[in-house]
């Protein structure tokens, strides 16, 4: 199956510092999604993104298809931006495969 | 938007009794999953379903874990019996269709005791 490598494993930041967050892909993806898991566990969606560039705010995520990775972008960070960002890829029909997750920690 | 919602919230029994979650997609959602996370490891999954029908279940641990979704709608995950390494967080998500955005519910945080 496909493996997911996400980078760095941990990242502290003080508020209103940048950051980019990486994921690598065994093989290639036609599904590409990014998640945030805040500290009470929940999971929200932040792109759907298997190529090009999208823009959410102070959010933004780029995916290479061809080189099999995708950076998340977070510009002027804030304290509820804490928590753990999540990479999952797929080929099949919906099936994610998620990476270990980065756990990002701003401090005010 | 609506939200997936899940119950219980929190579930606290002992090992070899019967456990029983349920989840409702957003209304209109062809595609449902149910994934497995451990502390500290990304959500695995555990079955999907496009419409009652299940696509992937290869992660379903099939002698203690069950799963179904009748009328396309609603789903229910059972496992009996419950064993130690089952304590985790139980996680329902659904998508329009199979390759679309995944949106996950607030989750089943179980402990086996």
Same mark, same amino acid.
């Given at each position: 199956g496909i493996q997911v490598e996400q980078s760095p494993p941990d990242l502290i930041l003080q508020e209103g510092a940048n950051s980019t967050l990486r994921c690598n892909f065994s093989d290639s993806v036609n599904n590409l999604q990014w998640f945030?898991?805040?500290p009470? =566990?929940? #999971?929200?969606?932040?792109?759907?993104i298997p190529s090009g560039t999208k823009q959410n =705010?102070? #959010?933004?995520?780029?995916?290479v298809a061809t080189e099999r990775y995708s950076l998340l972008y977070i510009s002027s960070s804030q304290t509820t931006d804490s928590g753990v960002y999540f990479c999952a890829g797929g080929t099949s029909y919906g099936k994610l495969t998620f990476g270990q997750g980065t756990i990002l920690t701003v401090h005010p | /938007?609506? /939200?997936?919602?899940q119950s219980p919230r929190y579930k606290i029994t002992e090992k070899s009794q019967a456990v029983a979650f349920w989840c409702d997609p957003i209304s209109g959602h062809a595609t449902l999953?149910?994934?497995?996370?451990?502390?500290?490891?990304?959500?695995?999954l555990l079955v999907q379903f496009q419409d009652e029908s299940v696509v992937d279940d290869s992660q379903l641990p099939k002698?203690?874990? %069950?799963?179904?979704?009748?009328?396309?709608?609603? %789903?229910?995950?059972?496992?009996?019996?419950? /064993?130690?390494?089952? %304590?985790?967080?139980?996680?329902c998500a659904s998508s329009l269709e199979g390759i679309q955005p995944q949106h996950f519910g607030d989750g089943t945080r179980l402990s086996i005791l």
């Open positions: 945030h898991q805040n009470w =566990g929940q #999971l929200i969606n932040l792109f759907y =705010g102070r #959010l933004s995520a780029t995916t | /938007e609506a /939200e997936v919602a999953y149910w994934y497995r996370q451990i502390l500290g490891q990304g959500p695995e002698d203690r874990f %069950s799963a179904e979704r009748l009328k396309g709608v609603d %789903s229910t995950l059972k496992i009996q019996p419950a /064993e130690l390494g089952d %304590s985790a967080m139980y996680l």
